[in-house]
Protein backbone atom coordinates (compact mmCIF):
# COMPACT_ATOMS: atom_id res chain seq x y z
CA UNK A 1 0.00 0.00 0.00
CA UNK A 2 2.55 2.42 0.61
CA UNK A 3 4.17 1.76 -2.70
CA UNK A 4 1.32 1.99 -4.61
CA UNK A 5 0.92 5.75 -2.74
CA UNK A 6 4.17 6.77 -3.05
CA UNK A 7 3.83 5.68 -7.29
CA UNK A 8 0.91 7.20 -7.24
CA UNK A 9 2.26 10.81 -5.84
CA UNK A 10 4.89 10.54 -8.13
CA UNK A 11 2.46 10.38 -11.47
CA UNK A 12 0.43 13.17 -9.64
CA UNK A 13 3.50 15.04 -9.50
CA UNK A 14 4.47 14.35 -13.11
CA UNK A 15 1.15 14.90 -14.65
CA UNK A 16 0.70 18.26 -12.40
CA UNK A 17 4.53 19.16 -14.13
CA UNK A 18 3.30 18.50 -17.53
CA UNK A 19 0.19 20.62 -17.31
CA UNK A 20 2.35 23.32 -16.02
CA UNK A 21 4.38 23.13 -18.80
CA UNK A 22 1.51 23.06 -21.48
CA UNK A 23 0.04 26.09 -19.94
CA UNK A 24 3.18 28.08 -21.00
CA UNK A 25 3.92 29.75 -24.35
CA UNK A 26 0.97 30.15 -26.86
CA UNK A 27 -1.74 27.72 -26.12
CA UNK A 28 -4.93 26.16 -27.88
CA UNK A 29 -6.05 22.51 -28.77
CA UNK A 30 -4.92 22.85 -32.29
CA UNK A 31 -2.39 25.11 -33.62
CA UNK A 32 -4.32 28.11 -34.34
CA UNK A 33 -1.63 30.02 -36.49
CA UNK A 34 -3.39 27.40 -39.36
CA UNK A 35 -4.18 28.24 -41.86
CA UNK A 36 -4.57 32.26 -41.73
CA UNK A 37 -0.86 32.81 -41.43
CA UNK A 38 1.68 33.04 -44.21
CA UNK A 39 5.22 32.50 -43.28
CA UNK A 40 6.63 32.52 -47.56
CA UNK A 41 4.89 36.12 -47.99
CA UNK A 42 6.86 36.56 -51.22
CA UNK A 43 6.10 33.39 -52.96
CA UNK A 44 2.40 34.97 -52.52
CA UNK A 45 1.29 36.37 -56.18
CA UNK A 46 -1.48 39.13 -55.92
CA UNK A 47 -3.79 40.45 -58.95
CA UNK A 48 -2.16 43.89 -60.34
CA UNK A 49 -4.27 46.87 -58.46
CA UNK A 50 -7.87 47.37 -60.09
CA UNK A 51 -8.57 50.43 -57.41
CA UNK A 52 -6.68 53.10 -55.82
CA UNK A 53 -7.08 54.54 -52.52
CA UNK A 54 -5.41 58.49 -51.93
CA UNK A 55 -6.39 61.07 -49.86
CA UNK A 56 -9.46 61.55 -47.32
CA UNK A 57 -12.00 58.93 -47.19
CA UNK A 58 -15.05 61.03 -45.66
CA UNK A 59 -17.53 58.71 -46.40
CA UNK A 60 -18.60 55.32 -45.46
CA UNK A 61 -16.54 53.04 -47.77
CA UNK A 62 -16.44 49.32 -48.39
CA UNK A 63 -13.57 47.59 -50.00
CA UNK A 64 -14.39 44.45 -51.73
CA UNK A 65 -12.59 41.32 -51.84
CA UNK A 66 -13.01 41.23 -55.91
CA UNK A 67 -10.93 44.04 -55.90
CA UNK A 68 -7.25 44.97 -55.30
CA UNK A 69 -6.38 47.88 -53.78
CA UNK A 70 -3.45 50.59 -54.16
CA UNK A 71 -2.48 52.84 -50.93
CA UNK A 72 -1.21 55.80 -53.26
CA UNK A 73 0.62 58.29 -50.65
CA UNK A 74 -0.93 58.95 -47.27
CA UNK A 75 -4.17 58.04 -47.15
CA UNK A 76 -6.50 58.95 -43.94
CA UNK A 77 -10.01 57.70 -43.05
CA UNK A 78 -11.46 61.08 -41.67
CA UNK A 79 -14.64 62.45 -40.44
CA UNK A 80 -16.44 60.01 -38.15
CA UNK A 81 -16.16 57.43 -41.22
CA UNK A 82 -16.30 53.89 -41.14
CA UNK A 83 -13.89 51.66 -43.58
CA UNK A 84 -15.26 48.31 -43.74
CA UNK A 85 -12.67 45.39 -45.39
CA UNK A 86 -14.05 42.45 -46.83
CA UNK A 87 -12.82 39.51 -46.36
CA UNK A 88 -9.84 38.02 -48.19
CA UNK A 89 -9.23 41.70 -49.62
CA UNK A 90 -5.94 42.52 -50.74
CA UNK A 91 -4.70 46.05 -50.37
CA UNK A 92 -0.95 47.05 -51.48
CA UNK A 93 0.96 50.08 -50.39
CA UNK A 94 2.77 51.95 -52.55
CA UNK A 95 6.28 51.79 -52.86
CA UNK A 96 7.46 54.90 -54.88
CA UNK A 97 4.70 57.28 -52.50
CA UNK A 98 5.44 55.77 -49.25
CA UNK A 99 1.95 54.03 -49.15
CA UNK A 100 -0.07 54.28 -46.05
CA UNK A 101 -3.34 54.30 -44.71
CA UNK A 102 -4.27 55.91 -41.27
CA UNK A 103 -7.93 55.83 -39.35
CA UNK A 104 -8.05 59.29 -37.82
CA UNK A 105 -9.33 59.32 -34.15
CA UNK A 106 -13.26 59.63 -34.27
CA UNK A 107 -13.26 56.95 -37.36
CA UNK A 108 -13.18 53.43 -37.11
CA UNK A 109 -11.68 50.92 -39.52
CA UNK A 110 -13.79 46.61 -39.65
CA UNK A 111 -10.84 44.86 -40.95
CA UNK A 112 -12.63 41.53 -39.97
CA UNK A 113 -11.23 38.74 -41.97
CA UNK A 114 -11.74 35.10 -41.27
CA UNK A 115 -9.38 31.94 -40.84
CA UNK A 116 -9.68 31.04 -43.78
CA UNK A 117 -9.90 34.42 -45.91
CA UNK A 118 -7.85 36.45 -44.09
CA UNK A 119 -7.47 40.54 -45.28
CA UNK A 120 -3.47 41.27 -46.24
CA UNK A 121 -1.85 44.86 -46.33
CA UNK A 122 0.80 43.97 -48.49
CA UNK A 123 4.12 45.58 -51.01
CA UNK A 124 3.40 46.39 -54.25
CA UNK A 125 6.97 45.20 -55.64
CA UNK A 126 7.28 42.64 -57.24
CA UNK A 127 10.24 41.47 -55.24
CA UNK A 128 8.90 42.35 -51.81
CA UNK A 129 11.29 43.87 -49.32
CA UNK A 130 11.05 44.84 -45.85
CA UNK A 131 10.37 48.60 -45.71
CA UNK A 132 8.56 48.72 -49.13
CA UNK A 133 5.77 50.50 -47.90
CA UNK A 134 4.34 52.54 -44.93
CA UNK A 135 1.87 50.96 -42.91
CA UNK A 136 -1.24 50.89 -40.67
CA UNK A 137 -2.13 53.91 -38.04
CA UNK A 138 -4.91 52.99 -36.21
CA UNK A 139 -5.67 56.36 -33.62
CA UNK A 140 -7.84 56.93 -30.78
CA UNK A 141 -8.67 59.02 -28.13
CA UNK A 142 -8.04 57.05 -25.03
CA UNK A 143 -5.36 58.43 -22.38
CA UNK A 144 -1.99 59.14 -22.94
CA UNK A 145 0.57 60.13 -20.71
CA UNK A 146 1.96 63.22 -22.63
CA UNK A 147 1.52 66.80 -21.45
CA UNK A 148 -2.12 68.12 -22.32
CA UNK A 149 -3.44 64.08 -22.92
CA UNK A 150 -2.85 64.71 -26.61
CA UNK A 151 -0.15 64.42 -29.28
CA UNK A 152 0.06 64.33 -33.52
CA UNK A 153 1.98 61.30 -35.28
CA UNK A 154 5.31 62.15 -36.55
CA UNK A 155 5.65 60.51 -39.42
CA UNK A 156 5.85 62.72 -42.28
CA UNK A 157 2.48 62.27 -43.04
CA UNK A 158 0.87 64.60 -45.40
CA UNK A 159 -2.48 65.14 -43.81
CA UNK A 160 -5.03 68.08 -45.10
CA UNK A 161 -5.64 68.68 -41.48
CA UNK A 162 -3.66 68.29 -38.08
CA UNK A 163 -6.73 66.67 -36.25
CA UNK A 164 -6.13 63.82 -38.92
CA UNK A 165 -3.50 62.81 -37.26
CA UNK A 166 -3.97 63.81 -33.63
CA UNK A 167 -4.70 61.32 -30.86
CA UNK A 168 -5.55 61.17 -27.48
CA UNK A 169 -7.89 62.05 -24.75
CA UNK A 170 -10.23 60.87 -21.64
CA UNK A 171 -11.85 58.04 -23.20
CA UNK A 172 -11.17 55.05 -22.14
CA UNK A 173 -13.46 52.71 -24.10
CA UNK A 174 -13.40 54.04 -26.77
CA UNK A 175 -14.15 51.95 -29.94
CA UNK A 176 -11.67 52.29 -33.32
CA UNK A 177 -13.08 49.21 -34.73
CA UNK A 178 -11.96 45.30 -35.60
CA UNK A 179 -8.64 44.16 -36.22
CA UNK A 180 -9.11 40.35 -36.72
CA UNK A 181 -7.08 38.06 -39.30
CA UNK A 182 -5.00 40.39 -40.47
CA UNK A 183 -1.41 39.95 -42.22
CA UNK A 184 0.48 42.95 -42.66
CA UNK A 185 3.54 42.32 -44.68
CA UNK A 186 6.63 44.36 -45.44
CA UNK A 187 5.98 47.69 -43.89
CA UNK A 188 8.22 49.96 -41.95
CA UNK A 189 9.54 52.32 -44.88
CA UNK A 190 12.32 54.90 -43.72
CA UNK A 191 12.47 57.86 -44.16
CA UNK A 192 15.11 60.54 -43.95
CA UNK A 193 13.67 62.86 -41.36
CA UNK A 194 11.07 60.74 -39.66
CA UNK A 195 13.09 57.59 -39.25
CA UNK A 196 11.43 54.39 -39.17
CA UNK A 197 7.60 53.53 -39.78
CA UNK A 198 5.96 50.35 -37.87
CA UNK A 199 3.96 47.99 -39.35
CA UNK A 200 1.06 48.82 -37.04
CA UNK A 201 0.87 51.76 -35.10
CA UNK A 202 -2.02 51.86 -32.26
CA UNK A 203 -2.13 55.25 -30.70
CA UNK A 204 -4.72 56.27 -27.51
CA UNK A 205 -6.77 52.96 -28.52
CA UNK A 206 -9.73 52.08 -26.47
CA UNK A 207 -10.62 49.22 -25.10
CA UNK A 208 -13.70 48.79 -27.02
CA UNK A 209 -11.08 48.05 -30.36
CA UNK A 210 -10.49 44.37 -30.90
CA UNK A 211 -6.90 43.26 -32.40
CA UNK A 212 -6.69 39.49 -32.73
CA UNK A 213 -5.44 37.60 -35.38
CA UNK A 214 -2.90 39.45 -36.68
CA UNK A 215 0.66 38.50 -38.10
CA UNK A 216 3.18 41.23 -39.22
CA UNK A 217 5.97 39.94 -40.99
CA UNK A 218 9.15 41.52 -42.34
CA UNK A 219 8.67 44.92 -40.89
CA UNK A 220 11.42 47.31 -41.01
CA UNK A 221 10.34 49.47 -37.88
CA UNK A 222 8.56 47.76 -34.88
CA UNK A 223 5.77 44.86 -35.53
CA UNK A 224 3.28 46.59 -33.18
CA UNK A 225 3.87 49.80 -31.80
CA UNK A 226 1.47 50.91 -28.59
CA UNK A 227 1.02 54.90 -27.86
CA UNK A 228 -0.69 55.04 -24.84
CA UNK A 229 -4.21 53.68 -24.59
CA UNK A 230 -6.14 51.01 -23.26
CA UNK A 231 -6.09 48.29 -25.64
CA UNK A 232 -6.33 44.59 -25.68
CA UNK A 233 -3.95 42.44 -27.89
CA UNK A 234 -4.61 38.53 -28.41
CA UNK A 235 -2.96 36.00 -30.91
CA UNK A 236 -0.77 38.74 -32.43
CA UNK A 237 2.04 37.60 -34.14
CA UNK A 238 5.35 38.77 -35.09
CA UNK A 239 7.35 37.24 -37.73
CA UNK A 240 10.84 38.46 -38.56
CA UNK A 241 10.83 41.95 -37.66
CA UNK A 242 14.05 44.33 -37.99
CA UNK A 243 12.47 46.35 -34.94
CA UNK A 244 11.09 45.91 -31.89
CA UNK A 245 8.32 42.97 -32.38
CA UNK A 246 5.91 44.79 -29.57
CA UNK A 247 6.90 48.19 -28.11
CA UNK A 248 4.50 49.55 -25.58
CA UNK A 249 4.89 53.07 -24.53
CA UNK A 250 3.43 56.59 -23.17
CA UNK A 251 1.21 55.10 -20.72
CA UNK A 252 -0.72 52.56 -22.32
CA UNK A 253 -2.06 50.10 -20.11
CA UNK A 254 -2.67 46.88 -22.21
CA UNK A 255 -2.62 42.98 -22.39
CA UNK A 256 -1.15 40.57 -24.80
CA UNK A 257 -2.11 36.99 -24.46
CA UNK A 258 -1.14 34.49 -26.23
CA UNK A 259 1.00 35.59 -28.76
CA UNK A 260 3.92 34.88 -31.01
CA UNK A 261 7.12 36.39 -31.79
CA UNK A 262 9.84 35.34 -34.15
CA UNK A 263 13.14 36.60 -34.22
CA UNK A 264 16.19 36.20 -36.82
CA UNK A 265 19.30 37.12 -35.78
CA UNK A 266 19.91 37.89 -39.49
CA UNK A 267 16.77 40.16 -39.84
CA UNK A 268 17.23 42.82 -37.04
CA UNK A 269 19.09 45.99 -37.30
CA UNK A 270 22.27 47.08 -35.80
CA UNK A 271 20.66 48.31 -32.52
CA UNK A 272 19.31 44.54 -31.44
CA UNK A 273 15.62 45.34 -31.09
CA UNK A 274 13.55 43.54 -28.81
CA UNK A 275 10.40 41.15 -28.85
CA UNK A 276 9.23 43.34 -25.85
CA UNK A 277 9.91 46.93 -25.28
CA UNK A 278 8.40 48.05 -22.59
CA UNK A 279 8.64 51.82 -21.29
CA UNK A 280 6.60 55.17 -20.27
CA UNK A 281 8.20 57.69 -22.38
CA UNK A 282 11.84 58.55 -24.70
CA UNK A 283 12.30 61.51 -23.14
CA UNK A 284 11.09 62.11 -19.49
CA UNK A 285 10.70 65.73 -20.26
CA UNK A 286 7.50 64.99 -22.49
CA UNK A 287 5.23 62.92 -20.22
CA UNK A 288 3.85 63.93 -17.48
CA UNK A 289 4.76 61.70 -14.43
CA UNK A 290 1.95 62.47 -12.39
CA UNK A 291 -0.07 60.47 -14.47
CA UNK A 292 0.04 56.37 -15.25
CA UNK A 293 3.00 55.47 -16.63
CA UNK A 294 3.34 52.04 -18.98
CA UNK A 295 1.43 49.09 -17.49
CA UNK A 296 1.64 45.53 -19.65
CA UNK A 297 0.47 42.65 -18.36
CA UNK A 298 1.40 39.72 -20.74
CA UNK A 299 0.28 36.38 -20.58
CA UNK A 300 0.93 33.08 -22.86
CA UNK A 301 3.75 34.76 -25.09
CA UNK A 302 6.52 32.75 -26.95
CA UNK A 303 9.30 34.59 -27.97
CA UNK A 304 11.92 32.88 -29.44
CA UNK A 305 15.11 33.72 -31.03
CA UNK A 306 15.75 31.66 -34.84
CA UNK A 307 19.77 30.59 -34.75
CA UNK A 308 21.74 28.72 -37.40
CA UNK A 309 24.54 28.44 -34.93
CA UNK A 310 23.42 30.27 -31.29
CA UNK A 311 27.12 30.02 -29.84
CA UNK A 312 28.31 31.37 -32.65
CA UNK A 313 25.69 34.60 -33.00
CA UNK A 314 26.17 35.44 -29.44
CA UNK A 315 29.77 35.82 -29.65
CA UNK A 316 29.54 38.12 -32.75
CA UNK A 317 26.67 40.45 -31.18
CA UNK A 318 24.02 39.11 -33.16
CA UNK A 319 21.62 38.45 -30.08
CA UNK A 320 20.28 40.17 -28.21
CA UNK A 321 17.86 40.48 -24.70
CA UNK A 322 14.09 39.04 -25.66
CA UNK A 323 12.65 41.72 -22.95
CA UNK A 324 13.73 45.30 -22.37
CA UNK A 325 12.13 47.76 -19.54
CA UNK A 326 12.48 51.10 -19.38
CA UNK A 327 12.15 53.27 -15.93
CA UNK A 328 8.65 54.30 -14.99
CA UNK A 329 7.52 51.42 -16.76
CA UNK A 330 5.80 48.39 -15.07
CA UNK A 331 5.46 44.79 -16.41
CA UNK A 332 3.77 41.76 -15.30
CA UNK A 333 5.11 38.79 -17.61
CA UNK A 334 3.32 34.95 -16.98
CA UNK A 335 3.12 31.87 -18.23
CA UNK A 336 5.16 32.45 -20.96
CA UNK A 337 8.36 31.24 -22.75
CA UNK A 338 11.59 33.17 -23.77
CA UNK A 339 13.55 30.78 -25.90
CA UNK A 340 17.51 31.42 -27.23
CA UNK A 341 18.52 35.44 -26.54
CA UNK A 342 21.48 36.51 -24.72
CA UNK A 343 20.04 37.39 -22.04
CA UNK A 344 16.35 36.99 -21.60
CA UNK A 345 15.54 40.03 -19.65
CA UNK A 346 17.33 43.50 -19.42
CA UNK A 347 16.15 46.33 -17.08
CA UNK A 348 17.06 49.19 -17.53
CA UNK A 349 20.34 50.86 -15.42
CA UNK A 350 18.12 53.44 -14.01
CA UNK A 351 15.78 50.93 -12.43
CA UNK A 352 16.86 50.38 -8.83
CA UNK A 353 16.90 47.01 -7.35
CA UNK A 354 14.31 47.60 -4.09
CA UNK A 355 11.23 46.62 -3.07
CA UNK A 356 9.00 49.08 -4.84
CA UNK A 357 10.77 48.28 -8.41
CA UNK A 358 10.59 44.09 -8.35
CA UNK A 359 6.68 44.53 -7.43
CA UNK A 360 6.04 45.83 -10.62
CA UNK A 361 8.43 43.69 -12.49
CA UNK A 362 6.68 40.56 -12.60
CA UNK A 363 7.46 37.24 -13.60
CA UNK A 364 5.96 34.43 -12.70
CA UNK A 365 5.23 30.37 -14.55
CA UNK A 366 7.74 31.23 -16.82
CA UNK A 367 10.13 28.78 -18.99
CA UNK A 368 13.51 30.59 -20.07
CA UNK A 369 14.92 28.32 -22.34
CA UNK A 370 18.21 27.94 -23.29
CA UNK A 371 19.37 31.46 -23.01
CA UNK A 372 22.37 33.20 -22.18
CA UNK A 373 21.62 34.37 -18.98
CA UNK A 374 18.00 34.90 -17.73
CA UNK A 375 17.23 38.49 -15.69
CA UNK A 376 19.63 41.23 -15.74
CA UNK A 377 20.72 45.09 -15.25
CA UNK A 378 21.74 46.77 -17.80
CA UNK A 379 25.83 47.30 -17.82
CA UNK A 380 25.90 45.16 -14.79
CA UNK A 381 27.38 41.81 -15.09
CA UNK A 382 26.17 40.79 -11.41
CA UNK A 383 22.58 39.34 -11.56
CA UNK A 384 22.68 37.23 -8.74
CA UNK A 385 20.63 39.47 -6.72
CA UNK A 386 17.61 39.12 -9.20
CA UNK A 387 18.51 35.48 -9.82
CA UNK A 388 17.56 35.22 -5.99
CA UNK A 389 14.83 37.18 -6.14
CA UNK A 390 12.65 35.34 -9.63
CA UNK A 391 14.42 31.93 -8.86
CA UNK A 392 12.22 31.66 -6.08
CA UNK A 393 9.99 29.12 -5.82
CA UNK A 394 7.20 31.21 -4.90
CA UNK A 395 7.42 32.32 -8.30
CA UNK A 396 7.36 28.70 -10.41
CA UNK A 397 9.84 30.18 -12.88
CA UNK A 398 11.33 27.13 -14.94
CA UNK A 399 14.79 27.14 -16.43
CA UNK A 400 16.47 24.61 -19.17
CA UNK A 401 18.85 24.01 -21.96
CA UNK A 402 16.85 21.92 -24.51
CA UNK A 403 17.05 22.26 -28.31
CA UNK A 404 14.72 24.16 -30.32
CA UNK A 405 13.72 20.91 -31.74
CA UNK A 406 13.08 19.63 -28.15
CA UNK A 407 11.08 22.51 -26.96
CA UNK A 408 8.58 22.90 -29.60
CA UNK A 409 6.31 20.80 -31.82
CA UNK A 410 7.59 21.77 -35.29
CA UNK A 411 9.64 24.74 -35.89
CA UNK A 412 10.44 23.49 -38.84
CA UNK A 413 7.63 23.16 -41.14
CA UNK A 414 8.04 26.16 -43.83
CA UNK A 415 4.35 26.39 -44.33
CA UNK A 416 2.56 25.16 -41.42
CA UNK A 417 5.36 25.63 -38.08
CA UNK A 418 4.06 24.84 -34.88
CA UNK A 419 5.12 26.87 -31.99
CA UNK A 420 3.36 25.49 -29.29
CA UNK A 421 5.68 23.64 -26.45
CA UNK A 422 6.57 20.06 -26.56
CA UNK A 423 5.58 18.83 -23.04
CA UNK A 424 7.21 15.74 -22.92
CA UNK A 425 10.91 16.92 -24.12
CA UNK A 426 11.20 19.78 -21.50
CA UNK A 427 13.78 18.99 -18.66
CA UNK A 428 14.28 21.51 -16.00
CA UNK A 429 18.05 22.68 -15.57
CA UNK A 430 19.46 24.58 -12.32
CA UNK A 431 20.59 28.07 -13.17
CA UNK A 432 24.20 27.46 -13.52
Known sequence: ????????????????????????????ETNWLNPWTEFQPNTVKHNEPSQI???????????LKKHTYLLLGSVFVTDSTTLTIEPGTVILGDFKSNGSLTVSNGSKIIAEG?????????????????????????????????????????????PSSSKNISYGGENIESNSGILKYVRIEYAGKRTVKYGYFNGLTLAGIGNQTIIENIMVSYSNGNSVSVIG??????????????????????????????SLAIRS??????????????ASYNQVDEVDLSKEGTFVTAENLTLINLSNDLESDIKIGLVKEAVYIAPEASLTM???????????????????????NLDRIKFKNMLFNNCNGNIFTKYNPNNDDLEDWYGNSAFFNV????TDAETFIDLKNPTQ???????????ASSLD
Not at 55 to 63: A, S, V
Not at 334 to 356: C, Q, Y
Not at 399 to 402: G, I, R, T
Open 1 to 28: MKNFTQILCVCLFITGQMFAQQEKGITG
Open 53 to 63: LSGNITEDTKL
Open 114 to 158: TETDPIVFTSNNDVKKQGDWGGLFVLGDAPINKFGNAAVLDYGLK
Open 229 to 258: GNVNLSKMVSYKSSGNDFLFNYGTQSTITN
Open 265 to 278: PYESNSNRPKCLYV
Open 334 to 356: AKSVISGFNPAVILDDNIKINGE
Open 399 to 402: YSKS
Open 417 to 427: PDFRLRINKII
